[in-house]
């Protein structure tokens, strides 16, 4: 069983910065890819970044540039640095992985940017 834990959401003025942190349990954080995802009011849950166990990156174009993924395997642990916020990356933020058939969610931390 695979247990997703974020942590550092907040509030947080237009161009600011937050990181977001997410612990995993359990033994296969070493051979998946993560995931970060977020979902604001009113609109569907939206892929922002990866991270591929051999270190590739995906952005979504909305926070290419200003956000940045990464990894720490020996703490399993997968981190979100957002930097230059905008009013528009107003969500829950959810860490994710894929392993097999199996998907697991993280219960997501709030993050509210002011303009």
């Known amino acids: 069983q695979v247990q997703l834990v974020e942590s550092g959401g907040g509030l947080v003025q237009a161009g600011g910065s937050l990181g977001l942190s997410c612990a995993a349990s359990?033994?296969?954080?070493?051979?998946?890819?993560m995931n970060w995802y977020r979902e604001a009011p009113g609109k569907q849950r939206e892929l922002v970044a990866t991270i591929t166990s051999g270190l590739s990156t995906y952005y979504a174009d909305s926070v290419k540039g200003r956000f940045t993924i990464s990894r720490d395997d020996a703490k399993n642990t997968v981190y979100l640095q957002m930097n230059s916020l905008k009013p528009e990356d107003t969500a829950v933020y959810y860490c994710?992985?894929?392993?097999?058939?199996?998907?697991?969610w993280g219960q997501g931390t709030q993050v509210t940017v002011s303009s």
């Open positions: 994710n992985l894929h392993y097999g058939p199996n998907e697991y």
């Open positions: 359990g033994r296969i954080f070493r051979v998946v890819a």
